[in-house]
Each structure stands twice: as C-alpha cells, then as structure tokens.
C-alpha cells in the first residue's frame, strides 16, 4: 500500500498504528536528513549520507527515490519485493514522485498488490497547527513544508483512494478497513 499525503497529514501514524497492529510491516525508507530526536537509524529510518545514497541508485538498488525538501529519500527494491513474495503487507509512505515510480514498476508482483491512498488533511489551518505543532523544526522549514503540501496536493486524483482527515480514530477504522478490502480483492486470491 502506497500511502501519500503532504506533512502533517497523518499519513505516517496511520501506516505505522497498522504495522504496530501486526495488519503489515512498514517499508523503512532511506533518506539523507539528519534523524529527528528519538529517531533510530534501521527503524525509523536507514540514515545514508550524500555520497552513499547516489552509489546506492547507481546500484538500482532502490524501488523507488525522490529529492523532497531538499532531502533524498528511498525505498529498497528487495525490502518491498521479498515481503510481497512471502505474502506480507508493506506500507509504504512516500511522495507523490515515488508513489508515481512505484506505479510505473513492471515488476508483476508489484503491479497485482500494489493499492494506493492520499491523505488530505481536513482543512490549511488545521495543516499548518499540526506541522507547527511538532516543535521539531525552524518557521522557515514549516513555511517550506506548508509551501510543498499545497503543490503535492494537487496529485490526489491520481491516487486509487483518499482519505480525508478527520479524527485520528476515524482516520485508522477507514484506513484499516481498506487494507482489509483489497486483500480480498479476487486477482489476489488466484493462483
């Protein structure tokens, strides 16, 4: 499951609210941004510099990777792959750019599993108190991120389901139930 949305919308404690359920395993990106406080590199995050990033990609060693925020960020090909071959759910939360390259995946597996959502958050204003409301970045970084949310919302209508934000409760019934749905969709249960 492709999940998008831009920051603060919910998007990253839905998908990890329905890992931590056991209802699938996170895809754990790659990214080249400093860990916030608390963050663990290999669970949050597999923190990469630069320079080992790019070797990665002159590697195809990555699903899919986008430059956002003036940061790099992937996900590896044989973590999302080896999952769905062992029939185990991923979510994988990304940007609207990797959420198009996963999209264009030939991989077969891929194309029969895949399913993707955005989240909109209810309203700008609530957006904007959420962002500011994470206390872990400077105005100029909120302005930035609040400026990318309004261009990354525009893509909502490529997506296969919205979501829009209401109560965090709400938000995980919806959301849990459509992992549920598709994983009775019948291409998956032939053989």
Not at 96 to 111: M, N
Not at 137 to 157: G, K
Request: aromatic letters at 8%.
């Amino acid at each position: 499951m492709v999940v998008s949305g831009p920051s603060g919308s919910g998007k990253t404690t839905l998908c990890r609210k329905l890992c931590d359920a056991g209802e699938a395993i996170f895809s754990i990106s790659c990214t080249t941004r400093s860990p916030r406080p608390g963050e663990v590199d290999g669970k949050d995050y597999f923190f990469l510099s630069d320079e080992e990033f790019v070797q990665r990609i002159g590697r195809d060693e990555f699903f899919e990777h986008a430059h956002v925020h003036g940061r790099r960020y992937g996900s590896l090909k044989s973590y999302v792959t080896e999952n769905l071959r062992r029939g185990i759910d991923v979510m994988m939360d990304i940007d609207v750019q990797g959420a198009a390259q996963v999209r264009a995946c030939p991989d077969e597996i891929v194309q029969r599993c895949l399913v993707d959502v955005f989240i909109l958050p209810p309203s700008g204003e609530e957006l904007q108190q959420r962002l500011a409301g994470r206390g872990t970045e400077s105005q100029e970084a909120v302005d930035l991120r609040l400026t990318n949310a309004i261009a990354e919302m525009t893509h909502w209508p490529e997506y296969d389901y919205t979501l829009v934000s209401s109560t965090r409760e709400a938000d995980y019934d919806r959301f849990k139930a459509l992992l549920i749905a598709q994983r009775m969709r019948t291409e998956l249960q032939l053989p």
